[in-house]
């Protein structure tokens, strides 16, 4: 249950996350990518066997240029004969790369739709204190933005960092078979490479994470803003949001120009390290020919071979900026996976069942940090099928209480009962089955009319959702619609309107079977004669159930067993209506506030 505006819950959290451990999340990507260790052994042996006849080009080619330029008539034939082989091997590299592609995608989207999973399981066993402290938006791009980026870096640069390490080995292996004289030269520029290299991925790297999390920020503002357009315009505060998201997306935009400006500078900086290597070639290579001691076929094939080995190193840095990003992506994923799940139940945990509705409340303090504690030594005993209403001031620890008896927060100090079990000691799956619950932040999905109301029981049948529905008094507005219970509702019901979205979600909690109630404001959002014609309908549902109602508006619970008026964490006064009104305190200001 997420803190709203107004009401008591922790506070949101919007620290800019850095990466920290990148070697953490290559390891987290590998226990993914095992899963396909064979088609993983497969693509290496294509990306070793592709670039391996790629390889052979570069020698076939200056044996050519030997035929060409050697003593005495041009040998066409043999000239035509190592073209038609580098055709040959380059014909077959590009299928082998071809495969390999098709291979790695496979296997990408076979890992990504298994990530994307196991993020959606692990937030569906988180407890409700994570969704309370990160924005919806920063949730959601998460598991869609941060793992397309993972997608995009294992499709593609994890093929090329892999035939790069390939044709850097074969190619230097091929540099001194030809002139190892000519290998020192380049090894003077080599080390210049990796160090620069090495140092511009630690400056890339924080900047990723930065641009990553600038991202998830800008989403759950946006997110923010759609939902709450309404307000927005009611309010006439178009500019001023204007004005925070052209702020926000400033930052966002910064970032991503951050941490592209400082890995843009790794590809033409490195580029310019190679063109060195291969003029310091090309120098010494003449030297070297003029002294016949190699022939031009040979300096031909090094300095193909040189390129060729350059080459990935330059592709390499101008790739390490995504890789960099995707290491980032991965780490915000991983620390969704990597939360601590809601506790586990107590070894020996019970099923509740055969629930009777008894509840008892001992000296029970809670807070949703240690520092500030929201209710303080609370205690109540509810016995079983009585009314209670709770009321009180926003922010006096009514939703609180709420999320204690479903277990949603465990409290500091103290215990609650249900029929003289301690909550702990119970599952929570059967705890939460106990209730129904009818909030007043109404929620519903994107689905049939008849899905909605069923959403609490699978087993339900037409009949009894019918009747739901008629108790609810939204029967004969969904027999109104063209498809009847078929409709089918757009995602958040937005093509109903707020009091039928509540009346639907009375008729939800009217379909379940259990022994206690919980009421948030339940009716708040219908006129005052739907109200009225509903109470009935409540009513009946309530029979022989404990139903705790949370209301600001008095006169919907004038029949309650007991009023708790809560102020500051406490229970000010308790008493039914007539009690609460002879003892003029601060119920009766309450009450008589609404009606002045």
Known sequence: MASQPGQTGPANKKAVEKAKDPKKALRGLWNYLEYHKWLLFLAFVLTVSSNLFALVGPKLSGNAVDAIAGAGMVQFDTVFYYVRLMILFYVVSSALSYGLSLLMRTITQKTVCRMRQDVFDKLMELPVGFFDTHQSGDIISRISYDIDVINTSLSNDVIQICASVVTVIGSFLMMVTIAPVLVLVMLVTIPLSVFYTKYMTKKTRPRFSKRSAKLGEMNGFVEEIVTGQKVIQAYAREDVMQERFASINKAAIDAYYDADYCSAAMGPTVNFINNLSLTLVTVFGAALYLAELLTLGDISSFVLYSRKFSGPINEAANIMGELQSALAAAERVFRILNEECEAADVYGAKELSDVEGEVEISDISFGYTDEKLILKGFSLYVPKGKLIAVVGPTGAGKTTLINLLMRFYDPQK???????????????????????????????????????????????????????????????????????????????????????????????????????????????????????????????????????????????????????????????????????????????????????
């Open 414 to 596: 103290g215990e609650i009962r249900i029929d003289g079990l301690e909550n702990r000691e119970l599952t929570r799956s059967s705890l939460r089955r106990a209730y129904a619950m009818v909030l007043q932040d109404t929620w519903v999905f994107g689905g049939t009319i008849f899905e909605n109301i069923a959403y609490g029981r699978e087993d339900a049948t037409r009949e009894e959702v019918v009747e739901a529905a008629k108790a609810a008094r939204i029967h004969s507005y969904i027999m109104r619609l063209p498809e009847g219970y078929e409709t089918v509702l757009t995602e958040d019901g937005v093509n109903i309107s707020k009091g039928q979205k509540q009346l639907l979600t009375i008729a939800r909690a009217m379909l379940l079977h259990a022994r206690m109630l919980i009421l948030d404001e339940a009716t708040s959002n219908v006129d005052t004669r739907t109200e009225l014609r509903i109470q009935k309908a409540m009513e009946k549902l309530m029979e022989g159930k404990t139903c705790f109602i949370i209301a600001h508006r008095l006169s919907t619970i004038e029949h309650a067993d007991q009023i708790l008026v809560v102020e500051g964490g406490t229970i000010a006064e308790r008493g039914s209506h007539q009690e609460l009104m002879q003892k003029k305190g601060v119920y009766y200001q309450m009450y008589a506030s609404q009606f002045q």
